[in-house]
Structure formats: structure tokens, C-alpha cells
């Protein structure tokens, strides 16, 4: 199976409300792919290191960008250096489960990258 990607922002806006800060602002790359199904996989690359959303505001603000579409959100934290990264699915509307890359990459197909920060080529870890 192969996903057709059909978007990819580079400056994705989207708000977080962080304990102790309020509402935050901040950016972060958006693509999304069309699967088999007619669905959209879709995958923020969150910025700094962590998501912070524990209301799961941020999946309904991706699901905004698609109205009208079927959308599975997955959001990718890059850790730092490309040690420590993660891939959390939008479960429920209200929280994010961990999501190993592996399912990604056979959802996706052999454009996407795991951990892509790297940069060192597909696969895991660059292998």
C-alpha cells in the first residue's frame, strides 16, 4: 500500500494551553496522505521537542484544517538530535497513545521517513 501525499506545511499554526502559561502559539510541518480508504492520514511535526496538549486541542485544530474529510491525526515528536522521538495517535478526540513508526511507514510507503530528523535516509533509523 502507498498513500498519495496531498499537503505539506511548513508553518502549520496551532494553539496549546500549557499548565502554569495559558495559551501558547506555535508552528510545526503538516502533511498529510490519502490512503486506500479515501481517508486522510495526517502528521504534525510538532515544534520543540514535545506536544503539551493534554486536552487534545491540537487534533481537533488539525481536524479544522480538513473539514468534511475522514481524518486520522498523528502527531511526531522529534525529541532532540533524533534521540528520544515519538509518534502519538489522536485517540477519542481528548488524548494521544504512543504509535510505533513501523505502522506509519506501511500506511504511508516508502516516501515517509522514520524519524525524518535524522536525515540519514528511509527506514528505521535511517537504515
Known sequence: ???????DERDFAYTVHVA???E???AGQL???REDDGGLLVLLT???ASLED??????DQVRLRFVGEQVDVVAYEPGWWGAGFAYLRSVGGTRWVPLDARVLADR?????VIDDEEGTGSG???A
Request: proline fraction near 3%.
Open 20 to 22: 502554569g502559561c495559558g
Open 54 to 59: 493534554e486536552s487534545g486541542v491540537v487534533a
Open 1 to 7: 500500500m502507498s498513500a498519495e501525499m496531498v499537503c
Open 24 to 26: 501558547m502559539r506555535r
Open 31 to 33: 502533511r498529510a496522505w
Open 46 to 48: 510538532v515544534h520543540g
Open 108 to 112: 504511508i510507503g516508502p516516501s515517509f
Open 124 to 126: 528505521w533509523g535511517g
